[in-house]
């Protein structure tokens, strides 16, 4: 489903014609008509803001819901829901985001802070002892199909470099100008000074990086409401 689908989705579940969503959200006529993953985030902001119910993640990606869960109904929220920045309460952590188009800004300023756009979500009891470690990258590409969707928004942790060699499973890696988010396959850094990461899509084949070209590893932990095995 594309992001054309999805907001046309929403509009039908509001009762709305597609011209009365564009003036609620502040929309050009025929605006609606013509999104795509070119989309700008403004844009996806200003639905967000007109309508806060709408979960952000499944408007993004659509993983999950299309609705966040209501808290007027229940106590309980959905782990790993985003927000928009005017929800923050108690519950709701801020996680640096780094999308796409920021790929090559993080590589270049890393590990120096840089400025990233940060996205509010909900973490695990467990995380939140570790936010300074994480990061949540948006997933360029089909290479991790059927695990891991085109577009998601994935929450991973900073891996120390004196743990690199106990990396396992699916991993972000910062290396040269390239940051992928691949499957160990082999981890020989410590006897061979190389990681070897493949993709689930079986499409693609295996890659191996030296040791001396890697410049970050993270774990990739879940996309957002959902663990990765």
Known sequence: MSLNDRVLKFIAHKSLTTQKFEQLVGLSNGAVNK???NTRKSTLDKISNAFP?????????????????DATKSNTRLIGEAYSASQRDADVSLVDFIPVSAHASFIEDYPCAAEFDQLPVILKSEEKADIESLKIFEVEGDSMIPTIQPGAMVLTKLIPECRWHYAEGVVVAAYDDFVVLKRVIRNELLTSNRIILGSDN???????????????????????????Y
Not at 60 to 69: D, I, P, V
Not at 204 to 221: H, I, N, Q, S
């Open 202 to 228: 079986e499409r693609y084949g295996e890659m191996t990086v030296a040791a001396a070209d890697l410049r970050a590893m993270f774990k990739a932990k879940r996309i957002l409401s959902q663990d990765i």
């Open 35 to 37: 999104m795509g993953d």
């Open 53 to 69: 119910e709408i979960n952000r993640v499944w408007l993004l990606t659509g993983e999950g819901n299309m609705l966040k869960a």
